[in-house]
């Protein structure tokens, strides 16, 4: 559907708006078009340099089969779920807790501690990669499905805690003191109060760093080394050989791979666009 002109716009910002976005979707989704096309063509279009141009056949059912069949695609997948859900489950807990306690309790430490959460977001994570290696062998961690799901809570919890605290500071501090009044416990206002009011929040929360965790490919690298601990996305490089590369196969993996994080994102996709304009038109 072409864009209708915005009402009260310039012309010029009517025209850019028509070329623009279309320009923008387009060159948004030729990657990802390019890779499900690779992903049904067969071996002998890979090997001609036919990767552009329109299939010979579609080997939709055969590719995606051997997938699974010659690889250990099944086990990659379920190696990210026993490391994602756990992660994601642990970061967003604590950093509501922690966000719940910097955004409503005042304490000396209040600014510093929000200004630790804001600074580590700014640390290139790639300069901590040989000591948190060292580290996880040290603590028998690595090559471990609970070492991933320890540092993906660790390195997270930051943005996440940033993101929860933001959210919660915006809630009436009348409604906590009341409870307070009534003689509610502080963990039964957070549970009870706070949290069904941040629901919003925690799916958009959740559907990003499930996002982030999923597609991580520098930890998986880094402190995984065996099938049966590689996530799926560190797995797809085992899809391609020592002398010849299956582009066929890896894109087949790319895209159930992908899979899983666009389902979440549509199953909650009211609740994420809820959780990311909560609070957008308060003054």
Request: aromatic share 14%; hydrophobic share 55%; with cysteine.
């Given at each position: 559907?072409?864009?209708?002109?915005?009402?009260?716009?310039?012309?010029?910002?009517?025209?850019?708006?028509?070329?623009?976005?279309?320009?923008?979707?387009?060159?948004?989704?030729?990657?990802?078009?390019?890779?499900?096309?690779?992903?049904?063509?067969?071996?002998?279009?890979?090997?001609?340099?036919?990767?552009?141009?329109?299939?010979?056949?579609?080997?939709?059912?055969?590719?995606?089969?051997?997938?699974?069949?010659?690889?250990?695609?099944?086990?990659?997948?379920?190696?990210s779920m026993i490391i994602t859900l756990p992660a994601v489950l642990g970061a967003v807990a604590l950093s509501t807790l922690a966000g719940f306690a910097l955004a409503k309790y005042k304490f000396k430490a209040n600014i510093w501690m929000l200004a630790i959460f804001i600074g580590g977001n700014f640390v290139p994570f790639q300069i901590l990669m040989i000591p948190v290696r060292d580290l996880t062998i040290s603590l028998g961690l690595y090559d471990t499905h609970m070492?991933?799901?320890?540092?993906?809570?660790?390195?997270?919890?930051?943005?996440?805690?940033?993101?929860?605290?933001?959210?919660?500071?915006?809630?009436?501090?009348?409604?906590?003191?009341?409870?307070?009044?009534?003689?509610?416990?502080?963990?039964?206002?957070?549970?009870?109060?706070?949290?069904?009011?941040?629901?919003?929040?925690?799916?958009?929360?959740?559907?990003?760093?499930?996002?982030?965790?999923?597609?991580?490919?520098?930890?998986?690298?880094?402190?995984?080394?065996?099938?049966?601990?590689?996530?799926?996305?560190?797995?797809?490089?085992?899809?391609?050989?020592?002398?010849?590369?299956?582009?066929?196969?890896?894109?087949?993996?790319?895209?159930?791979?992908?899979?899983?994080?666009?389902?979440?994102?549509?199953?909650?996709?009211?609740?994420?666009?809820?959780?990311?304009?909560?609070?957008?038109?308060?003054?």
């Amino acid at each position: 559907m072409y864009p209708t002109p915005i009402k009260h716009a310039s012309p010029l910002t009517n025209i850019l708006y028509r070329i623009s976005l279309p320009i923008t979707i387009l060159l948004w989704l030729m990657p990802l078009a390019a890779v499900m096309m690779t992903s049904i063509r067969s071996i002998q279009d890979i090997n001609q340099g036919n990767y552009w141009g329109w299939p010979t056949s579609f080997n939709f059912i055969e590719n995606y089969n051997m997938v699974f069949q010659s690889t250990e695609m099944g086990q990659y997948l379920l190696n990210s779920m026993i490391i994602t859900l756990p992660a994601v489950l642990g970061a967003v807990a604590l950093s509501t807790l922690a966000g719940f306690a910097l955004a409503k309790y005042k304490f000396k430490a209040n600014i510093w501690m929000l200004a630790i959460f804001i600074g580590g977001n700014f640390v290139p994570f790639q300069i901590l990669m040989i000591p948190v290696r060292d580290l996880t062998i040290s603590l028998g961690l690595y090559d471990t499905h609970m070492g991933l799901i320890m540092f993906h809570v660790a390195f997270q919890t930051g943005f996440c805690t940033l993101f929860m605290r933001n959210f919660i500071v915006g809630l009436p501090n009348e409604l906590l003191e009341s409870a307070r009044v009534d003689g509610v416990s502080e963990f039964k206002i957070f549970w009870y109060i706070v949290l069904p009011l941040v629901r919003p929040a925690l799916a958009a929360l959740s559907v990003l760093i499930f996002t982030f965790i999923w597609n991580d490919y520098f930890w998986a690298l880094v402190l995984v080394q065996s099938d049966t601990v590689r996530p799926v996305t560190a797995g797809l490089s085992s899809l391609q050989g020592q002398w010849l590369a299956s582009w066929n196969l890896i894109s087949a993996g790319a895209v159930v791979a992908a899979l899983p994080p666009v389902a979440l994102f549509f199953a909650m996709q009211r609740h994420f666009i809820a959780g990311l304009t909560l609070g957008a038109t308060k003054g």
